[in-house]
């Protein structure tokens, strides 16, 4: 396998060279959202300059635009695999568009029916079903995540599901622990008792190839701001299945796919963004090997870049491990590096993850502490809500230079605030 052009990655990225008064930035923060190519940027300045007009017209800007919004929707079904363009829902965010598709699948659903969600879950992906639940009279069952494999396991969801199963919501990759969940067995598991599939790829989608197809699962949403694209959400969904459905909508907008579901006027300057996006990872795909389709150079990106990736988690997991009276809350077996993303959560007995934070963030080492909205994983943990984890999240253009500072940093901050106390 080609290695991965770590210096040529960064050289795309203006971002990465900036400093403060300086310093130099780590930009540790990536679980909560990426930076992006010049690429990127290029493309959203370059449609706001020359095609901005709104659609259906039949004048040069506004056929252009129509054409910045056709390419976007084939850039992701390109990303994630999708049968068609017309399978894919683009719109404010991921939050925002399981709201609306929550909604939209309630119109068939009926009091008494069951939904699952699980505790492993961001909040974007349980709030909007729970609220459902509560409008409809549904009944909602909690599926755990095991503390031991940090997974959600097919038989937990067995036990859960009946014939009164409408609906399985449940994640790719956990934004906290990192772990990677076997979505592809876990829906045959679903499927096999008629429920519905609504995965959360949001966390997945910048560290691995998604086949939407070969996951078998009924919807998958991510956010373009998490993979070097802009702030934007997409939402997948089996052709069958949305051609049933009818959405919440103004009575004259069309009812084509995808414009049944695209409410308003569309984020244009934005999808110009996330058609580079999805082009930047397929030119990384380019210079690890020859030739191929756009989906086929995305998968090659993803070889070269999650293998890179887990070499940087498992630096940062066996520096942080050997540090007294810290606890990884996620999976820390070298052996199974492929069943996590490179986001590392982790708390420190008697410290609050906001000081140990605060201090690094002075040091231009960006990254977060809290809940970060996986509000059921701290509670199954036990873990304070309001304190939560210190998270630090890798993408693929960080350096294992970066992971050696931030290591001495932790360890150092470490040592100083409990000497502090003593
Ligand atoms: C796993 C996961 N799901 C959903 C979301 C919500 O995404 P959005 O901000 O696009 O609504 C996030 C955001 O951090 C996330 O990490």
Redesign the pocket.
């Known amino acids: 396998m080609a290695t991965f052009p770590i210096e040529a990655v960064r050289g795309k990225f203006p971002a990465l060279s900036l400093t403060d008064e300086g310093r130099r930035r780590i930009y540790l923060d990536n679980?909560?959202g990426t930076q992006v190519s010049q690429t990127v940027a290029d493309a959203v300045s370059f449609c706001l300059i020359t095609t901005n007009a709104n659609l259906g017209g039949f004048f040069e800007t506004t056929l252009a635009a129509q054409k910045v919004v056709d390419d976007a929707h084939l850039a992701m079904a390109d990303f994630l695999g999708a049968a068609s363009p017309q399978e894919i829902i683009i719109g404010a965010?991921?939050?925002?568009l399981t709201y609306h598709m929550s909604r939209t699948l309630g119109r068939g659903f009926d009091p008494g029916d069951e939904i699952i969600v699980t505790r492993m879950d961001?909040e974007?992906?349980v709030s909007p079903w729970l609220q459902l639940a509560e409008d409809l009279g549904l009944v909602v069952r909690f599926l755990p995540f095991d503390e031991q494999s940090w997974q959600i396991e097919e038989a937990a969801l067995e036990a859960l599901l009946s014939e009164r199963t409408r609906l399985v919501a449940l994640?790719y990759a956990s934004?906290l622990t990192g772990s990677i969940n076997r979505v592809k067995s876990l829906t045959e598991t679903a499927r096999q008792a008629g429920a519905l599939v609504y995965v959360?790829a949001?966390?997945f989608a910048p560290h691995g190839l998604i086949d939407v197809q070969a996951l078998g699962c009924d919807f998958l949403v991510c956010?373009a701001y998490k993979f070097f694209g802009p702030h934007m959400?997409i939402l997948w969904g089996r052709r069958d299945v949305i051609d049933a459905l009818e959405p919440y909508k103004c009575r004259c907008s069309s009812n084509g796919l995808p414009e049944r579901f695209e409410l308003g006027t569309p984020q244009i300057e934005l999808m110009a963004g996330l058609t580079a996006a999805v082009d930047y990872f397929a030119d990384l795909g380019a210079a690890a090997g020859e030739g191929g389709s756009r989906r086929q150079r995305i998968a090659r990106a993803f070889d070269v870049s999650t293998a890179y990736e887990n070499g940087l988690a498992l630096k940062l997991i066996s520096g942080l491990s050997n540090i007294e009276g810290l606890t990884i809350r996620g999976i820390t077996d070298p052996a199974r590096m492929g069943e996590r993303v490179p986001t590392v959560s982790f708390t420190v007995d008697g410290i609050a993850p906001e000081t140990i934070v605060r201090q690094m963030n002075a040091e231009g080492i960006f990254l977060w502490s809290g809940h970060?909205?996986a509000w059921e994983i701290v509670h199954q943990l036990g873990i304070p809500a309001e304190q939560g984890v210190v998270r630090i999240g890798v993408a693929h253009y960080n350096t294992a230079a970066e992971i050696d500072e931030t290591l001495e940093s932790v360890h150092r901050i470490i040592a100083m605030l409990r000497q502090q106390r003593s």
């Open positions: 679980p909560a965010n991921m939050t925002t961001h974007g992906n994640n934004n959360d949001v966390q956010s959400g970060s909205y």
